[in-house]
């Protein structure tokens, strides 16, 4: 199949043109290719940098479901998805030429009683770390998934996971296995021995301060939001009535989380978007996590590269280049305006084949 489209690039809005051959992107012109797009915007496949495809309410889930939960990704732009921890095994998935790619982080790691059960590997003796750590290092695609703080019932707060020499041991050990890690993180207190330990990301980071940007900034350490997950802090709260004290944390995290996320962006930690579709977030929302990077600050082409070209070179996958996998959307109206057009592509290329959703 012989493709070509034409139209506007973004972030530079310049006229781009593009042939597609084998599935993949040509710049040169290609005889007796079908023109299936011509006038409009053209972009890479968008990025859910943190999702979990292969996790239900209980964990574990089915293949059909986890199928599922990628067709519901693909059918708005997501076409490269950085799972951020499932118990599924979704390596087949693979195999299905009209799925989304994915970039696994094996299981989650935490200790016990300390997560949500089902989810995660976990381990009794938090030596046991760096072990985990190689272990899943080979069952992912380069990343590595910790817990890195939750609520410890014997406290009524919420409270790190791990102390800071494990930490240190279990990052130095995903890097020498070529993986690099990242972590769950509400609170305040687990933030400076994962950034001080080399972590590479931090999800959520509600619990930022000056003092911990400052130190993000300082090692190179990336931030995945996860605004719309956000919103369930509050109905978090409200069900956490045995703990008073996690309760009104959770609450002021909240209030709070605009203004710290506002703090790292103008700082300068690099920010990327993703929705943490699972349990509490219907998957497909990729779009309503770009206009929220917007009420922190970000411009409207800012943002939807944290979604997209940005994302896609943090992960060291290509965008709209020679040789690529014809992964790429098109837009008759202007993708930067909202979910309302961001959510509906005119047109949908998974490597090389074309769907219209």
């Known amino acids: 199949m012989r493709l070509h489209v034409r139209g506007q690039g973004l972030p530079d809005e310049t006229p781009i043109e593009l042939w597609i051959v084998d599935g993949h992107i040509s710049m040169e012109p290609v005889t007796g290719a079908d023109t299936v797009f011509d006038s409009g915007w053209i972009l890479p496949g968008l990025v859910d940098a943190h999702c979990h495809v292969g996790l239900g309410d209980h964990g574990e889930i089915g293949l059909d479901e986890a199928i599922a939960q990628a067709e519901s990704q693909r059918d708005v732009g997501a076409l490269l998805l950085r799972d951020c921890g499932a118990p599924t095994d979704t390596r087949s998935l693979d195999d299905h030429a009209d799925l989304p790619r994915i970039i696994r982080a ?58 800071d020499d494990v930490l240190k041991a279990a990052i130095d050990a995903a890097h020498a296995h070529g993986a690099r890690v990242t972590a769950h993180v509400f609170s305040e207190d687990a933030l400076p021995g994962l950034i001080n330990a080399g972590i590479d990301c931090i999800e959520h980071g509600t619990g930022l301060t000056d003092d911990t940007i400052a130190l993000m900034l300082e090692h190179g350490t990336a931030l995945v939001p996860t605004l719309i997950n956000i919103e369930n802090f509050p109905g978090i ?82 965008g709209l280049d020679q040789g690529a996998s014809a992964d790429l959307l098109c837009y008759s109206t202007d993708p930067r305006q909202g979910p309302g057009v961001l959510n509906h592509p005119d047109l949908v290329i998974l490597r090389g084949k074309t769907f219209r959703p």
């Open 237 to 318: 709260a409200d069900a956490a009535v045995r703990y008073p004290a996690y309760a009104a944390h959770m609450r002021d995290l909240y209030a709070r989380c605009h203004r710290r996320m506002a703090a790292a962006l103008e700082a300068g930690v690099p920010l990327y978007a993703g929705s943490d579709a699972g349990p509490m977030i219907q998957h497909g929302r990729i779009a309503d996590e770009v206009e929220a990077l917007k009420d922190i600050g970000m411009s409207p082409t800012a943002a939807l590269g944290a979604a997209c070209w940005d994302a896609r070179r943090w992960l060291g996958r290509p």
């Open 106 to 163: 094996g299981r989650h790691l935490a200790r016990p009683k300390r997560y949500q059960a089902g989810f995660a590997v976990e381990l009794e003796d938090e030596s046991q770390l760096a072990e985990a750590v190689a272990v899943e290092a080979q069952r992912g695609d380069g990343w590595i998934k910790l817990i890195g703080d939750w609520i410890d019932r014997k406290v009524g707060d919420l409270a790190p996971l791990w102390s």
